[in-house]
């Protein structure tokens, strides 16, 4: 079982930042593809962003392009999730989740994360 644990996030003001941090304190953590998502409240979890194992390939969902970035470094074995200009539209839970090598950006990752709640106001 790979446990994943996340962090950083809180409440900000439209157009503030966050970063998101998702530790994943295994050694094999350099063979899994990560993925961001978010799930509002009454809404289904939808793909944010995704990043292959050796980090040179990056998507994000249009909604969130331009804004966000993912990125990680292996020798921490973490992902994280800079958001900038953030809108109230981007409230949710946020949740990291790992598969092993192959990066897809639907919910079809193994293993996932407890949340996050990310709160934007007005």
């Known amino acids: 079982q790979v446990q994943l644990v996340e962090s950083g996030g809180g409440s900000v003001q439209a157009g503030g930042s966050l970063r998101l941090s998702c530790v994943v304190p295994?050694?094999?953590?350099?063979?899994?593809?990560m993925g961001w998502f978010r799930q509002a409240p009454g809404k289904e979890r939808e793909f944010v962003a995704a990043?292959?194992?050796?980090?040179?390939?990056?998507y994000y969902t249009d909604s969130v392009k331009g804004r966000f970035t993912i990125s990680r470094d292996n020798a921490k074995n973490t992902v994280y999730l800079q958001m900038n200009n953030l809108t109230p539209e981007d409230t949710a839970v946020y949740y990291c989740?790992?598969?092993?090598?192959?990066?897809?950006?639907?919910?079809?990752?193994?293993?996932w994360g407890q949340g996050t709640q990310v709160t934007v106001s007005s």
């Open positions: 989740a790992a598969r092993p090598w192959i990066v897809v950006t639907t919910t079809q990752y193994d293993y």
């Open positions: 295994t050694r094999t953590f350099s063979s899994y593809a």
């Open positions: 990043i292959s194992w050796s980090g040179d390939r990056q």
